[in-house]
């Protein structure tokens, strides 16, 4: 930390951001320790974790890799340790994702059935999307949100094998060309983290490429189930944002 115009002192500069320097300045007044304090607090942090070549996948680790010991127990090189690691990081963010969606097109679901305090907020959304994913339009919304959602819930219990609908729709044409060549559009979501975790198992995948490969699978499965569906269905069932 150095001093700044940012900020009175070195003690309170830990960001590039004014507010956040006089928030953290105030939570230092108050006695509170902060994210900044608690990283201060970690330091040295492991150089083995900060390179990712460090692996506890299995009991017979924690394995890292040094100059006298260039592959863990299980054979693994630096390049596999730390693709298996991102591979689990990143099936984190797709789990999580599609947590979020499901409870979202179930809450759609339960609102268009009575059992919920919402309504259908924004149904001229809901008809635009319904009709991009073949839906009769003409339908009462209620309705309409109802298979819509079912439409969601069906993507993303397809098998990997399957490429999601979204994708196709809603992606580049140039990406999807690059995705094909690459063979990494995803199938449904919860099949890819199921595939994702096997891959990463101890001895069952070694290849890094593949296994990066495998985050792109994760993060374009995520990018338009997670985050383009649960946004559009937010908008649906709570209003599309306006300024």
Known sequence: MSNCELCPSASTCVSAHASINQMYERTQK??????????????????????????????????????????????ATADTIVAR?????????AAAYAHHLEEVAKTIKATAQG??????????KLREIAGIVGLDTGKPANELATELADVILVELRKG????????????????LAAWEKLGVIPGGVLSEVRDALTKSMTSINTDPVDLLLTCVR????????GL???????DILLGTPQR
């Open 218 to 225: 994760l993060a374009i499965a995520t990018g338009y189930m």
């Open 85 to 93: 690691n991102l591979v689990r990081l990143t099936n984190h963010g």
């Open 115 to 124: 059992k919920t305090p919402y309504t259908i907020a924004d149904e001229a």
């Open 228 to 234: 383009v569906a649960t946004i559009t269905l937010q």
């Open 30 to 75: 108050m006695g509170l320790k902060t994210i900044f304090d608690r990283y201060q607090e970690q330091q040295p942090q492991c150089g083995f974790g900060m390179t990712g070549v460090c692996c506890q996948l299995c009991s017979h680790g924690p394995c890292r890799i040094t100059a006298n010991a260039s592959r863990g127990i299980c054979g």
């Open 160 to 175: 990997s094998d399957e490429p999601l609908a979204l994708v196709k729709l809603f992606a580049p044409p140039t990406r």
